[in-house]
């Protein structure tokens, strides 16, 4: 199939890159292009690739040799792997030109001067001289009183007015284009391009994103980005995505915040919600009190196999939290009744449906008591060979439950997020 010569930036998102022999090197997240200078044609200056390292990476326009409709093929597989750092005078092309308004003064489309419109794409077109530019402005009218999508024209790139730097920095841009890109994707990955976007384009993401896919993305940021979000919201709202996360990513997030301000969001939650947050900050963070989720998958006696297979087929849970279910007398809230033991998932598996989980316990296993330090609870996991460990109290209630994650999360560096896996 003949490489293309013409195609749209929007169309490039998420294909595969690969090099000279066919090896996969990732996809493409972004084009960038060079700021607009008077109506003379921004230049294609490269592509902004994910690596399955989660890292994004710089390639030259000049290293692509085939754009087709399902690949981008480079010369050589030997690419820079430092991340890549947006760079005075570069533009985002998906990210910062996509849902920009506009003015459209093209002679052949009188109908629409005087009208914002909005871009909704642009068009890359390949010289003699194997650079790539900006040709084309694909731009769409606002939604009419009914609700319907304006026709989409596709307008000379001299013809459109207001995309500047300085034009492009004004607030309440669109992200529709940005929300489309990111459809699919985990979160931690979400989170990831979250990060590398400028800040304004960041702040108008996180206000379009719902509480729940914001408290999931929330999550996966590093500490400092967590707090910066949060206190970028209004308050309300910051509660309602507190709400939304994990009681244990929560009481993480609220504890490296100013007391007053985490005191303040607190208040403003659900006290269904804000009351087992407020028990995981009595504990020290680096203790099994503090890594612990205080809903884990927790049963009474009476319960059958079938029905725990079905709890622990729930798609919110971890992997590590659903290889094992407590057992407990009610009630089943932590803290809960007498602890009385647990089930491993094999066994749970292993056994006929209708066998009650009373009958197949393991109540031999030691369990971790709140104060275990970090150290004591990495020991835990190593000696008796398990992701996800039991955290009982000195009156035999159980308070939660650690998972291999949150050890993880803690014995790697605060910024293993951002640091590099791969060298420069």
Known sequence: MAAASKVYAARLAGLVVLGPDGESIGRVRDVVITARVGRQQPRVLGLVVEMFT???IFVPILRVTAIEPASVTLSTGNVSLRRFRQRPGEVLALAQVLDSRVRVDDPEHEDLHGLDTVVVDLGLEQTRTRDWVVSKVAVRGHRGRLG??????????????????????????????LLSQYEGMRAADVANAMRELPEKRRRELVGALDDERLADVVQELPADDQTDVLLHLEVERAADVLEAMDPDDAADVLGVLPE?????????MDPQDSEPVRRLLEHLPDTA??????????????????????????PDLTPALASMVFVVRPPTATPTGRYL??????????????????????????????????AAVTRYFATYNLVCGPVVDDENHLLGAVSVDDVLDHLLPEDWREEETDGE
Do not use: N, Y
Request: aromatic share 0%; with cysteine; hydrophobic share 40%.
């Open 54 to 56: 989660r890292k994004r």
């Open 260 to 268: 007053t301000d985490a005191e303040s969001l607190l208040q403003l």
């Open 148 to 177: 319907r999508r304006g026709t989409v024209h596709i307008v000379d790139w001299q013809h459109v007015l207001g995309l500047t730097q300085s034009a492009l920095s004004m607030p309440d841009q669109g992200v529709s284009a």
């Open 289 to 314: 009190g503090g890594l612990m989720t205080p809903q884990p998958v927790i049963l009474t006696a009476a319960t059958t196999v079938a029905e725990a297979l079905a709890r622990v087929r729930d």
């Open 341 to 374: 033991g647990c089930v491993h998932l094999q066994v749970l598996l292993r056994e006929p449906p209708a066998t009650l989980v009373g009958g197949i316990l393991d109540s031999d296993l030691p369990r971790l008591s709140p104060e275990d330090p970090l």
